[in-house]
C-alpha cells in the first residue's frame, strides 16, 4: 500500500473525470477552491507522489490550502454530482479523501472528539444523560433492570440522534402512534454513524449500523421505521450487508400506508418544503407532502443542503451559515419552512435564534403531534451543560 490508503479511489475517479467543470460552478466551496473533483482526485495522488513518508505526505497536504478547503468544506449534498454528464460519485471520493485526512492526522480532534457516536459518551448521549432523557422504558428488545428482554416484536422505531435528543415528547408520541398502527414496537435510539463518516471513521460507522442491524433481527422486527432520510439510507445498505430481512420505510410511508390522522391542524401560513439532501432521488419528499396533503411540484419547495453536512461547520462555521442563510432566502415572509430531517430543523434553529427572520421552522412531524421541539430550551439546556456541574467532566470526555 501506498502512502494513501484510499489511493485506488482517487485513480478511479481520476479515470473517470473529463474535467469538464461543471461540478465546479455549482459549489461554492469548490469555487472558493478553484477545483474541481477530478483535481481533488489528482491533487491527492500528487500529494502523494511528492512524499517519501507520511509526514511529508502530511504537510504537502496541509500546505495545499485548496485541496483542505474542497474535502472539508463538502457538505455531501450532491449538487456537483446532479451537473455532472458522468454522474461521478463525489460522496466515495470525499468519503474516501476524508479517511485519510483522518489517518494523517489533518482533521483535528476538536472537530469530532464530541461526535464519536460509537462510543458510550457522545454529545447526544451526555445531553440525554445530563437532561434525564432515557427510552430504557421503550427500547424492550434490551433487558433492563425492570424488565428482562422482550422479542416478537412487528415494528423498529429509529428516531435518530437529533429527534431523540433534543425532541423527547414527540418522540414519544410518535413512538405510541407507530405502535398503535403497526403493533408491538421497540425502540432502536442509537445513531446511524453519518458524524463519523464525516470525521474520516467510515468503517466505524459501518459497523454502528451493522450492529443495528443485528440489534433489529434480534428483536424480531419485520419493519424498521426511520424518521431521518440518512438514517434510512445507511441502515437499508447495512440490513442488505448483513442479510437482515427487515424493510426500512420512512416514517412518512409508514403514517401513509396506515391511515394515519394528523392531530393537529396544519398552520394557516404558506408551507417551504426543504429536501433534505440525504434524499437523493426525491422519493422522502414525495411521501412527505403526500402526508401533509402539499403539491410537490410546487416552488414551494428547495434543494440543497441545510448546512450540517459533512461537519462543515467544525471547519468553517461561516460557511456552515452561510448555508442555512441561502436556503431559508428561498422561503417567502411569513412561511413555515417544513424540515424532512431533524437536524435540518436543528441547524436551521441554531442559525436563526442569532440571524431571526420572520419565518416558522417545523419538521413535518410537528405539523402532524401535538409535541414540539422547543429550541430556546434545548440551546440553553446545550450551552449551560459546559457549564454546570459537569462541564468538567465533558471538557474531560470530549478533550
Ligand atoms: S462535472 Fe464530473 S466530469 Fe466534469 S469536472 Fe466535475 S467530476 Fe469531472
Ligand atoms: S457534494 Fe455539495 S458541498 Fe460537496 S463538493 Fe459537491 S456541491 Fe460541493
Known amino acids: 500500500m501506498g502512502l494513501l490508503e484510499r489511493s485506488d ?19 461554492d466551496s469548490l469555487i472558493a477552491a478553484d477545483m474541481t473533483l477530478g483535481d481533488i482526485a489528482q ?11 507520511v509526514d511529508q505526505l502530511r504537510m504537502n497536504i496541509a500546505a495545499n490550502g485548496q485541496l483542505v478547503q474542497a474535502v472539508r468544506g463538502c457538505f455531501f449534498c450532491t ?9 461521478n460519485d463525489v460522496c466515495d471520493l470525499i468519503y474516501n479523501a476524508r479517511v485519510d485526512f483522518q489517518k494523517l492526522g489533518l482533521i483535528p480532534r476538536e472537530a469530532w472528539s464530541s461526535v464519536l457516536v460509537d462510543e458510550e ?10 437532561h434525564g432523557i432515557g427510552y430504557s422504558d421503550l427500547t424492550r428488545h434490551v ?3 425492570e424488565a428482562p428482554a422482550q422479542t416478537g416484536f412487528d415494528v423498529a422505531f429509529f428516531p435518530g440522534c437529533s429527534l431523540a435528543a433534543y425532541g423527547p415528547e414527540l418522540t414519544r408520541e410518535i ?3 407507530v405502535e398503535e398502527l403497526g403493533g408491538k414496537a421497540t425502540m432502536i435510539d442509537h445513531c446511524c454513524g453519518s458524524s463519523l463518516k464525516s470525521a474520516g471513521f467510515f468503517d466505524r460507522a459501518e459497523t454502528l449500523c451493522d450492529n443495528n442491524s443485528r440489534e433489529i433481527e434480534q428483536s424480531g422486527a419485520k419493519q424498521l421505521v426511520c424518521v431521518c432520510p440518512g438514517c434510512a439510507n445507511d441502515m437499508k445498505k447495512a440490513l442488505e450487508r448483513t442479510g437482515v430481512d427487515v424493510e426500512v ?13 394528523p392531530k393537529r391542524e396544519l398552520p394557516d401560513t404558506p408551507l417551504c418544503i426543504s429536501k433534505s439532501c440525504q434524499d437523493r432521488d426525491g422519493t422522502y419528499l414525495e411521501q412527505t407532502c403526500e402526508l401533509l396533503g402539499v403539491d410537490e411540484q410546487t416552488p414551494t419547495i428547495f434543494h440543497g443542503c441545510c448546512g450540517a453536512g ?12 452561510a448555508q442555512a442563510d441561502s436556503k431559508l432566502s428561498f422561503a417567502e415572509d411569513g412561511s413555515t419552512v417544513v424540515t424532512m430531517c431533524p437536524t435540518c430543523t436543528y441547524t436551521y434553529a441554531f442559525r436563526m435564534m442569532s440571524a431571526p427572520r420572520n419565518l416558522q421552522n417545523k419538521h413535518y412531524t410537528e405539523l402532524l403531534f401535538e409535541s414540539q421541539f422547543d429550541w430556546s430550551t434545548v440551546f440553553y439546556q446545550l450551552n449551560s451543560m459546559w457549564y454546570g456541574e459537569y462541564g468538567a467532566w465533558l471538557a474531560q470526555v470530549f478533550a
Open 79 to 87: 449538487s456537483c454530482k446532479n451537473t455532472c454528464f458522468a454522474h
Open 9 to 27: 479511489a482517487y485513480w478511479k475517479f481520476t479515470g473517470q473525470c473529463t474535467q469538464c467543470g461543471h461540478c465546479t460552478k455549482a459549489c
Open 175 to 177: 413512538f405510541a402512534t
Open 121 to 130: 459518551w457522545d454529545i447526544f448521549t451526555a445531553y440525554r444523560a445530563i
Open 143 to 145: 433487558a433492563t433492570e
Open 310 to 321: 459533512g461537519a462543515v461547520s467544525a471547519f468553517d462555521p461561516d460557511r456552515q451559515a
Open 43 to 53: 491533487a491527492l495522488l500528487a500529494a502523494e507522489r511528492e512524499s517519501e513518508t
Open 249 to 261: 420505510v420512512s416514517l412518512a410511508a409508514f403514517l401513509n400506508e396506515h391511515g394515519f390522522t
